[in-house]
């Protein structure tokens, strides 16, 4: 056994994947992921460089791991700009940026060298930070776009989509090993294949093409759930949302608008406005009458008017979207919305968001509350405290961001389970009712017993 590493992940599901796949690297050359500081060999640290924040989180998680272990090779967004990191603190190993898994494995080596003896080199299955029952599936890195507050597709480079072929055969193999939902990432997952002209790649003896409708159909063949993430409003959009009206894909689009100004999208180099969003909305749920809508809003941004920023209340107000996550305005460094006159005083930011959250939590209570007597499917992803108790998810909730259903049971119902649940009770983000029958599973791929 050539040693044991400590891995610190940080950041977005997109940098989650990432972590994934260096720790089955890691696995496969026979290495041991140490549960503790203490137990590691040296410690790689998988950072988020996307608002100061999360840049602050992840120097603190360096000097955390230097402190505890002493011996650390740092990747992810944050890795994209190693001045930063060399400068405070200059004594890591190494410096590797995101996606970029052989040059942490490199690092890895010259510390640790990796063992030579073939028996030990099995390569196993694929390292999963998740639970067994749900899988991020990254189909593409980088981003095309040029929204003015981000800085991702400086760290992460131009789009790069994977072979539609290559994705299909890592989710067969998910599914085939009990994986119940896959969760398709991207910067923008919308514009997947763009940059591959949407080529064909083989896909169990057939050509398939780099197209996201294409993709998504053949992934729904394979009978798990799949929810899309991180969905550019682009007019296409409109043949996904016909394809969950179908029963294809769940219901649900986690879609960023950002904001509703026109003029503080055209700042932030987005597009859209009250009226176009509140279409686009109007005809997708007409296509698809139970879609769940998620999306993301920035307030504060530079130059925002109270009259803007009451354009935005009123689109919500209007458009009474299922989940809305907020920020505020925070200046990342190189972004160039940095250089906009008009900044907005933090209080003032801190005081709108409160409005927004008060506002959006309104809807949300009064669209929980319309569920209560409906019969739900709930993915079980943990046990409750209260014995019976289960927790898990509609197909209107994403993990780690959405809202959760606790559910009472015969006690026999295990995680990972899909069980339908009447809804007795509701609060403002979750769920509460009673198992009333089991959803039998039949994915239509062979599945690899005992995995
Ligand atoms: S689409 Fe997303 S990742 Fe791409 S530049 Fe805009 S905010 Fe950043």
Same mark, same amino acid.
């Given at each position: 056994?050539?040693?044991? %590493?400590?891995?610190?992940?940080?950041?977005?599901?997109?940098?989650?994947?990432?972590?994934?796949?260096?720790?089955?690297?890691?696995?496969?050359?026979?290495?041991?992921?140490?549960?503790?500081?203490?137990?590691? !060999?040296?410690?790689?640290?998988?950072?988020?460089?996307?608002?100061?924040?999360?840049?602050?989180?992840?120097? !603190?998680?360096?000097?955390?791991?230097?402190?505890?272990?002493?011996?650390?090779?740092?990747?992810?967004?944050?890795?994209?700009?190693?001045?930063?990191?060399?400068?405070?603190?200059?004594?890591?190993?190494?410096?590797?940026?995101?996606?970029?898994?052989?040059? =942490?494995?490199?690092?890895?080596?010259?510390?640790?060298?990796?063992?030579?003896?073939?028996?030990?080199?099995?390569?196993?299955?694929?390292?999963?930070?998740?639970?067994?029952?749900?899988?991020?599936?990254?189909?593409?890195?980088?981003?095309?776009?040029?929204?003015?507050?981000?800085? %991702?597709?400086?760290?992460?480079?131009?789009?790069?989509?994977?072979?539609?072929?290559?994705?299909?055969?890592?989710?067969?193999?998910?599914?085939?090993?009990?994986?119940?939902?896959?969760?398709?990432?991207?910067?923008?997952?919308?514009?997947?294949?763009?940059?591959?002209?949407?080529?064909?790649?083989?896909?169990?003896?057939?050509?398939?093409?780099?197209?996201?409708?294409?993709?998504?159909?053949?992934?729904?063949?394979?009978?798990?759930?799949?929810?899309?993430?991180?969905?550019?409003?682009?007019?296409?959009?409109?043949?996904?949302?016909?394809?969950?009206?179908?029963?294809?894909?769940?219901?649900?689009?986690?879609?960023?608008?950002?904001?509703?100004?026109?003029?503080?999208?055209?700042?932030?180099?987005?597009?859209?406005?009250?009226?176009?969003?509140?279409?686009?909305?109007?005809?997708?749920?007409?296509?698809?009458?139970?879609?769940?809508?998620?999306?993301?809003?920035? =307030?504060?941004?530079?130059?925002?008017?109270?009259?803007?920023?009451?354009?935005?209340?009123?689109?919500?107000?209007?458009?009474?979207?299922?989940?809305?996550?907020?920020?505020?305005?925070?200046?990342?460094?190189?972004?160039?919305?940095?250089?906009?006159?008009?900044?907005?005083?933090?209080?003032?930011?801190?005081?709108?968001?409160?409005?927004?959250?008060?506002?959006?939590?309104?809807?949300?209570?009064?669209?929980?509350?319309?569920? %209560?007597?409906?019969?739900?499917?709930?993915?079980?992803?943990?046990?409750?405290?209260?014995?019976?108790?289960?927790?898990?998810?509609?197909?209107?909730?994403?993990?780690?961001?959405?809202?959760?259903?606790?559910?009472?049971?015969?006690?026999?119902?295990?995680?990972?389970?899909?069980?339908?649940?009447?809804?007795?009770?509701?609060?403002?983000?979750?769920?509460?009712?009673?198992?009333?029958?089991?959803?039998?599973?039949?994915?239509?791929?062979?599945?690899?017993?005992?995995?």
């Amino acid at each position: 056994m050539p040693g044991k %590493i400590g891995f610190v992940s940080l950041g977005c599901p997109k940098a989650l994947v990432d972590s994934e796949q260096i720790l089955t690297r890691l696995r496969a050359e026979g290495y041991e992921v140490a549960p503790t500081y203490e137990e590691a !060999d040296l410690v790689v640290v998988n950072t988020c460089g996307f608002i100061t924040p999360a840049v602050e989180e992840s120097l !603190d998680a360096i000097g955390e791991a230097l402190r505890e272990n002493g011996k650390v090779v740092v990747t992810g967004c944050l890795g994209a700009r190693p001045e930063v990191i060399q400068a405070r603190h200059p004594e890591v190993l190494e410096v590797t940026g995101p996606g970029e898994v052989d040059r =942490v494995l490199e690092a890895v080596h010259r510390v640790l060298p990796p063992d030579e003896n073939p028996f030990t080199a099995l390569v196993p299955r694929g390292v999963k930070l998740t639970p067994r029952h749900y899988a991020y599936l990254k189909i593409a890195e980088g981003c095309n776009h040029r929204c003015s507050f981000c800085i %991702i597709p400086k760290l992460r480079g131009r789009q790069r989509s994977r072979d539609a072929g290559e994705v299909l055969y890592e989710a067969y193999r998910l599914v085939s090993t009990g994986t119940k939902e896959l969760l398709v990432i991207a910067q923008d997952t919308s514009a997947y294949g763009v940059d591959l002209q949407h080529r064909t790649s083989e896909f169990q003896g057939r050509a398939v093409r780099a197209h996201l409708t294409d993709l998504v159909t053949e992934l729904a063949e394979m009978g798990a759930w799949v929810r899309l993430h991180y969905v550019y409003p682009y007019p296409h959009v409109a043949d996904l949302v016909a394809l969950m009206a179908e029963g294809k894909l769940l219901p649900y689009l986690d879609v960023p608008l950002q904001h509703a100004s026109p003029r503080i999208l055209r700042a932030m180099r987005r597009p859209g406005g009250p009226e176009a969003h509140l279409e686009t909305i109007r005809a997708w749920r007409e296509v698809c009458p139970e879609l769940t809508i998620r999306s993301t809003f920035i =307030v504060g941004f530079p130059g925002e008017t109270e009259a803007e920023f009451e354009l935005l209340l009123e689109f919500l107000a209007e458009a009474r979207l299922d989940r809305v996550g907020a920020f505020t305005y925070s200046e990342v460094e190189g972004a160039e919305a940095n250089a906009l006159p008009g900044r907005v005083p933090e209080e003032v930011k801190a005081e709108r968001l409160e409005r927004l959250m008060a506002l959006q939590a309104e809807i949300s209570l009064e669209k929980n509350r319309k569920k %209560i007597g409906q019969v739900l499917e709930v993915i079980v992803d943990e046990y409750g405290e209260e014995p019976g108790q289960v927790i898990g998810r509609t197909k209107g909730d994403a993990p780690g961001i959405d809202g959760r259903v606790y559910a009472m049971t015969d006690g026999t119902v295990k995680i990972g389970d899909i069980i339908r649940v009447k809804v007795t009770d509701a609060s403002t983000y979750d769920l509460y009712g009673d198992a009333v029958g089991q959803v039998s599973w039949r994915p239509n791929v062979l599945m690899v017993q005992g995995a």
